[in-house]
């Protein structure tokens, strides 16, 4: 995590001073509000991996000081207009670092620390300028007259060398050979101070390898080649899991879209910023995405599609008691006679009193909003056999009705006797949608009763195909940024959601807005 620390008060002058660490953390800086990220690229991109000698340099009218520390591998970096050519940054870098190894110990900065050193900072910059220019071009110049060596021998040039000068410089023997009593003292310790400083350049070479290779991949974990691994994520996603969570959203299902989140994220090179959190929102964005958006079906197009070629399109509509599945059919029925399609509705719950008459209510309703001809009510009253009673419907109907929607009795998950015979209905009438009808009010318990339901008809289903292809969930007016459980439905039954109910009206039935749900949660996190 950066920790972007408030500084009370900052020079009007100066840009930007900031101390951060060779992974990317943010330690401490100046001026929050007008701070300029591309400023800090440049920084990395033109002064850093281009100028590794110095520890200064311009670019685009703003001056760039820095110095690093090796004990816990930070930079101090300040940034000031060209124009004002302070003399004092120099120093007071320095003094920042001076006065920063005394307090830091490796760990972020608490707010007493950030405030001490902000205080530390703006005193120091006062200092220095009542110091006056005390800084870059004056700070270790030498001066002009410096002390001579006396005992250096005088040089002589090319013109005044006598013959006598000459030979005794010549240490050419005839035989090529250079015999070491031929060698004034003078020139053997010539020669040792050469063999000395050749060896001392061979073993510089070989530190300032190792030093540049430090330096070098320094500077590549800041230009972003860092890669990020799962450990440096880990807290992260721990706390993104539990604010899933607080918004309804499954355990299983909140681990399973920040895990893909981050698995895309992790192993991906980042900057001296480390990961945005635009980056984070991205990926996690990308992840409940290809969650809730599924495969996307049109079933009007469907509908129209079967039409032309003289087929009815039949929907089954199950779902645990109470749900709302003979109102959702009424706002079916709706849609589809808004449409122009004729719907025949089937009375398959032969089981729950009272469930016949409310659908009979809803088609007087809708047939006096359209008219008699576009639908119908097909039922065979209470304790028959519902593929009896759609077998009957679809005889009399197929001709005359686009749609024929039947409802089902609602049943609990456990109960093995009429999930089997669900499952049979289904797999018997190879409906064109299965459709299961969940709530949005019941949180993680509709995401068990979606499991097993789907695990029990796939268990009784001859082919043990999957027996959902669609998802309706209802009362998600009432939840209001709840809407973790739309999340676990998609997951759980890996079928689109054809519609949300979001009240009691005919209208209130609405394709999935994905971006709406999408952003309550992100925006919630």
Known sequence: MHIFAPTPTSHPLIDFFAIFKSTGLLLWRSNPDPFNPSQLNTFIIEALSKLLSKNYTTVNDLDYHWRFSSKFNLVFLCITRQIYNFKFIPDLIIEMEKYFDGVYDGAELSTYQTGQVSSFYIDKIGELESAGDVGLKSVGKKKKDAVKNVNKKQRKWLDSYTKSDMKELDMNPENGEIKEDEITDEMKLIMDKKSSVVEKKDEALVTTENMDNKVQNFLLSLIGQKTITESELERTKEKIVQNLVGLNVAVSTA?????????????????????????????????????????????????????????????????????????????????????????????GDTFRSGAIEQLNVHVKRLKKLFSNDMIELYQKGYGKDPITVFNEASKLSRNKFDVMIVDTAGRMQGNKPLMKSLSLFINEVNFDKNIFVGEALVGNEGLDQLRMFKESLQSYSKTGSDCINGLIITKVDTVGDMVGSILNMSYISNAPILFIGTGQQYTDLHPLNADKIINQLITSL
């Open 255 to 347: 681990e399973n879209i920040v895990n893909n989140a981050f698995a895309r994220i992790l192993g991906k090179k980042i900057g001296i910023l480390g990961i945005s959190a635009s980056t984070v929102r991205k990926e996690l964005t990308n992840s409940i995405n290809h969650i809730i958006q599924k495969s996307y079906i049109d079933i009007l197009e469907e509908i129209s599609a079967s039409k032309s070629k003289s087929k009815q399109y039949t929907i089954i509509l199950m779902g645990v008691n109470g749900v709302g599945k003979s109102t959702t059919i009424s706002k079916l029925c709706f849609l589809f006679l808004s449409h122009g399609f004729s719907v025949a509705v089937v009375g």
